[in-house]
């Protein structure tokens, strides 16, 4: 097989190793896990602080739904009654908020240092989604069996 008419620069006779894969022959094949602790290693700067200012306003707000939800479960009686619903979607609210706000002021555009744009608060709003459930799962999931 060739990768074009004979006599032109792609052209191959079979049989032959692509150039590709010769220049890649001695490059041993990552697994999975290697690629993935890679990446999470090599993070890109803006992510990495988007992500910070996320986590750290959603872990001082799920220690606050922490406490809240403990002492209603062990029978304290406060004002307002279980407004654990409420506070959830407060919770979820200030944490996309806040966390786009803190985002756009820390996060430059890329390739235009110390400009902020949308592109900022959109980083920081769609890491604050997955960050903001995974620290009310582990709040309630994990730490609050072992407090109750």
Sequence with gaps: MTAGPPGS???????TRSPDRASHAGVR?????????????NAPRPVVRAVVADLSVAVVLGLLYLAYDVALTRG?????????????????A???????????????QPG???RRSGWSAALGFFAA????YLVLVVAVQVVKPLLV
């Design 112 to 114: 235009r240092p110390g």
């Design 94 to 108: 200030v944490v996309l908020v806040v966390g786009s706000a803190i985002t756009y002021l820390i996060v430059p």
């Design 29 to 41: 094949q990552r697994s999975w896990a290697e690629v993935r602790w890679r990446q999470f290693r």
């Design 76 to 92: 304290a009686r406060l004002p307002g009654g279980d407004l654990r619903t409420l506070f959830v979607l407060v919770f979820v």
């Design 129 to 132: 989604v997955p960050i903001a």
């Design 9 to 15: 620069p792609g052209a191959r006779s079979p049989g």
